[in-house]
């Protein structure tokens, strides 16, 4: 039996049918130089993506290097100075359980409320991330914990004035030779960065991202801090122990660095756009970004008109359940059929035009990946899960490299039933569509507590699952979610040129 997260997850290839995708894509070829750009992009994207997984597997790791106790003690610090001394435990757990791991949250009164939140204010913005982590855990955390850390995905503080410019300038040259106008005021701001309106000189509207100064520095310290806070509490907490608190700071820390590279996110940008393209989802879009306009830091791409799902006027008259289908299918297709899917799918990220009915994903900082062997694994789980079978899930999820092939899951196996065998009496038996949450946190919990890694793609599919029956119940609330993702996955099960047929009928 392995030791929990002791060696990296693996970092799955760009499926080879992507770079193909983007040659074909009539939509990226729009934009000059953009396909030669795009295939650029997404080959180098494969090394910086393994050097980021490298990176937060190390810094996951609790060390007292004369850096790390330099950052452990500014945390101390800010921890006095809001006299929440429990507060990094109590955001750990929350967080965590919002990423599907069973782990009790510290109770939601308004005392741990209030303390956690002085914490996040005062911590900087590794802190705001676990509270966008907390903010978007509908259905996985008490709602008072959702509620308490909305203004995370909301009200993040601005750059001061004339910030954003000077990174701009930096990284782009004089304001002037690249734009028309670039609008002082950001359009939204966030743990990251923010986004600011500009006009290029061909007139052309455009969204300009920009990351926040020292943030990387700032960042690694605080991972460091979380880490040996999660090592700490594994030792002296049960139930801390079984949560796997380490695996989980592991996986914040390769998603907050994947982001802090704006050159992954134009990758992510155009394979989506490729990939959604060659679905035939022509009323799903991605911002596409401008060459020789991206850089680590800065991210021009185009602006693309909308509202949040969630900020929908009733009086339109919106068709419900095509949204909803079209929706799913662009989300549940991409992953399925291609391995790439837009990590984090919540309703700010999900804007809808109400004069066309067409959807835009954006914020592309965080994408999920799924190899062929991972995709067959996935409707594998699917399909175990349909069925309560807890020896079918525990063997998809060796597709994941969840599990090492050798391993003996016998009380693996044990465990997870048991647990299912209670869920199927709590629900007399009926299979919903929200118990796929529950599900996947009792086997991600049996896995750490029997020492087997957390799957990060897996985590990211089935958060925006969840997400989507958020949507759902926005858009067509009375629509049964399970019956669209049921149909969506028999016809690509029907396709033979997606190949899962197949490949489940091999593993049978």
């Not at 660095?257 to 990939?275: G, K, M, P, T, Y």
């Not at 306009?293 to 800065?298: D, I, W």
């Not at 999900?350 to 835009?360: E, I, K, N, Q």
Request: hydrophobic share 50%; charged share 20%.
């Amino acid at each position: 039996m392995s030791e929990i997260m002791t060696a990296p997850p693996r970092d799955p290839s760009v499926p080879p049918s992507t770079p193909s995708l983007i040659r074909a894509s009539a939509r990226l070829a729009e934009v000059p130089g953009l396909t030669q750009q795009a295939l650029a992009w997404t080959h180098e994207a494969q090394a910086r993506r393994a050097a980021v997984t490298r990176d937060a597997h190390r810094l996951a790791r609790p060390r007292l290097w004369p850096d790390t106790i330099a950052g452990f003690v500014s945390t101390g610090l800010r921890v006095l100075g809001t006299a929440a001394p429990a507060a990094p435990l109590q955001l750990l757990t929350a967080a965590a359980a919002s990423a599907g791991l069973r782990v009790e949250p510290a109770e939601a009164n308004a005392g741990t409320l209030e303390r956690a939140q002085r914490l996040v204010r005062a911590g900087g913005p590794a802190y705001v991330k676990l509270g966008q982590f907390i903010a978007t855990a509908e259905g996985l955390l008490p709602q008072e914990w959702v509620e308490a850390f909305a203004w995370c995905r909301d009200e993040a503080p601005a750059l001061p004035d004339g910030v954003a410019r000077e990174v701009v300038e930096s990284e782009l040259g004089d304001i002037a030779d690249r734009f028309i106008s670039f609008a002082e005021e950001p359009l939204a701001a966030g743990s990251i960065g923010q986004v600011h309106r500009a006009t290029l000189l061909d007139g052309t509207d455009v969204v300009v991202k920009v990351r926040r100064p020292g943030l990387r520095s700032r960042f690694r310290k605080d991972i460091e801090t979380l880490a040996l806070v999660a090592a700490a509490a594994q030792r002296l907490s049960g139930p801390a122990h079984s949560a796997n608190l380490s695996g989980f700071v592991e996986l914040f820390a390769e998603l907050s660095l994947q982001e802090l590279d704006f050159r992954l996110e134009a990758a992510n940008l155009v394979d989506s756009a490729a990939v959604l393209e060659s679905l035939g989802a022509e009323h799903t879009l991605t911002p596409r970004p401008l060459p020789g306009m991206v850089t680590e830091r800065v991210l021009v791409m185009e602006f693309l008109p909308g509202l949040s799902y969630s900020r929908l006027d009733p009086a339109h008259d919106l068709d419900g359940d095509r949204l909803l289908h079209v929706g799913i299918q662009g989300v549940l297709e991409a992953t399925v059929r291609h391995g790439v899917f837009h990590g984090d799918l919540h309703a700010g990220n999900v804007l809808v035009d109400p004069s066309t009915g067409t959807f835009s994903l954006v914020d592309f900082g965080i994408a999920g990946r799924m190899d062929a062997t991972q995709r067959t694994g996935l409707v594998k789980y699917l399909a175990a899960w349909a069925t309560g079978d807890a020896a079918g899930q525990v063997a998809a999820m060796r597709d994941f490299g969840a599990i090492e092939p050798d391993a003996d899951v016998t009380q693996v196996v044990a465990e997870l039933q048991a647990e299912l065998d209670l869920l199927a009496e709590r629900a007399h038996g009926q299979v919903t569509f929200d118990q796929l949450g529950v599900t996947l946190g009792r086997l991600l919990q049996v896995l750490a507590r029997n020492g087997f890694r957390m799957p990060k793609d897996l985590v990211l599919f089935f958060k925006n699952l969840l997400y989507l029956s958020g949507f759902a119940a926005s858009v067509a609330p009375d629509a049964d979610v399970l019956a669209v993702v049921q149909e969506i996955l028999m016809d690509v099960l029907a396709d033979p040129s997606a190949g899962l047929a197949d490949a489940l009928a091999a593993g049978a």
